[in-house]
């Protein structure tokens, strides 16, 4: 089994939204600044997210579709990844498949130094944030 670093999210009490706090973020100050824009969240938790995986029983055929990240730290920045992700290809290991032209279909893991970092998924129809 293949375990992820988690994932911290602060998540308002009520309405569920989540917001991923980067490293170094301090949770009451992100908090804060979303009660300014959303005056009536002012409950908050934090929850973290462990990805994991289990090995496939035998060889599936896999879909073999890449997504190669920007080496651009700015344009890693400017979409909400980290830089660590400069230059990493990901392949698609879901089995074969055809997207649809408005469809996030494709999906795999983002290895960084030989460390699944995250779980990743991309289509015809993605948009990286802030697009």
Not at 66 to 77: G, K, N, R, S, V
Request: glycine letters at 8%; a negative charge; aromatic letters at 6%.
């Amino acid at each position: 089994m293949s375990y992820m670093e988690p994932d911290v999210y602060l998540e308002t009490a009520g309405s569920l939204r989540m917001i991923r706090l980067q490293p170094g973020d301090d949770p009451v100050e992100v908090a804060e600044r979303h009660r300014d824009a959303h005056p009536t969240d002012t409950r908050f938790r934090l929850t973290y997210v462990t990805r994991f995986s289990v090995p496939e029983k035998g060889k599936a055929p896999v879909c073999g579709a890449t997504q190669t990240y920007p080496e651009d730290p700015e344009e890693l920045a400017r979409q909400g990844l980290p830089v660590t992700w400069a230059g990493v290809t990901v392949t698609c290991q879901a089995p074969p498949h055809q997207c649809a032209p408005d469809a996030v279909e494709h999906s795999g893991q983002v290895i960084v130094n030989g460390t699944v970092r995250a779980l990743t998924s991309w289509g015809p129809g993605w948009l990286p944030t802030g697009a």
